[in-house]
């Protein structure tokens, strides 16, 4: 079993387990502000720009459903009917709102898009999208694991949540996404993802997926290639299936590399780890979490 240190720092991450149940409650373009999916409101949301979806806590998506069709967009979800406009080479800013602390749980950030095609992203079939990456930053710092305060060990998400702000009845975390200068003008997918490794010991990572609706302008003429969300991760990834709650110096961000449309500046080369090139991180690094647990016995 995991070492005695790493049982009670576990512990203390899992009584705060619902600080990364969340969604996001809008997106920002220029100063113009996009309204996301409200789970309950009661109110028209004909104007939502993020896909709905039916989780009753806005809790993960769990590994045993990573290959499924809840990854591609989160549970059960369904298009989004507006979209946000935005020029190639800017940025946009997704707010997402939780109603105990934000999203503190440690683990990377990735950003991927997917062309929606003549169908647009209203009507598109989810199981149709194949999304490429434009971003990853996982292990800024690496170290021991210091919850709640990660200034050791120091993760993309404990690093914007450094910056959480109050919201009314809740807290918001504001991640910042810069659209590829190059990428041909069209209707696109947004696919904002975190991922919580505070479990991934125990076979538990929760995989946060959300996707908005983009209408990208620009001349451009860029499209990559793409595959699909239920192909990009698998259960033993050595980005999935790992121990944090150790010394630990490097990691691996699963899914596909980042694509060569992304700038330099989107690929997070400031962070800590092993970015070697990769079709799926499973195939680069065939570890499992029992093998990763057995060296860490005491």
Request: glycine share 10%; aromatic share 8%; hydrophobic share 35%.
């Amino acid at each position: 079993m995991p070492s005695f240190h790493t049982a009670v720092l576990a512990l203390a991450a899992s009584a705060t387990v619902v600080l990364g149940h969340g969604h996001i409650r809008r997106v920002l373009v220029n100063g113009v502000t996009y309204p996301g999916y409200e789970r309950w409101s009661t109110q028209d949301q004909s104007d939502a720009v993020t896909w709905k979806f039916s989780t009753e806590d806005e809790g993960p998506v769990p590994v045993s459903s990573i290959n499924g069709p809840d990854i591609i967009c989160h549970q059960d979800a369904t298009n989004a009917a507006a979209s946000v406009p935005v020029t190639a080479g800017s940025q946009l800013q997704v707010v997402r709102f939780n109603t105990i602390g934000g999203f503190e749980h440690p683990g990377p950030e990735m950003h991927y898009l997917a062309s929606c095609g003549d169908a647009g992203c209203a009507n598109v079939d989810k199981n149709d999208l194949r999304f490429f990456k434009i971003y990853e930053k996982g292990l800024v710092q690496g170290g021991m694991a210091d919850s709640p305060q990660w200034q050791t060990q120091k993760w993309a998400t404990t690093e914007i949540h450094k910056n959480v702000q109050s919201e009314g009845d809740g807290f918001i975390d504001t991640y910042t996404v810069n659209i590829p200068a190059d990428i041909k003008p069209g209707q696109y997918i947004l696919r904002h993802e975190v991922l919580g490794l505070h479990k991934a010991y125990m076979g538990e990572a929760e995989f946060y997926p959300q996707c908005v609706n983009l209408e990208i302008s620009g001349s451009g003429s860029q499209q990559p290639e793409g595959v699909p969300a239920t192909d990009m991760y698998h259960s033993s990834d050595p980005g999935v299936s790992l121990e944090i709650w150790v010394d630990l110096e490097s990691y691996q961000i699963p899914g596909p590399a980042v694509s060569s449309i992304a700038s330099k500046r989107d690929i997070g080369e400031e962070a800590v780890g092993l970015h070697l090139p990769r079709a799926y991180a499973h195939r680069a690094h065939p570890r499992d979490i029992k093998h990763m647990l057995s060296k860490l016995m005491v």
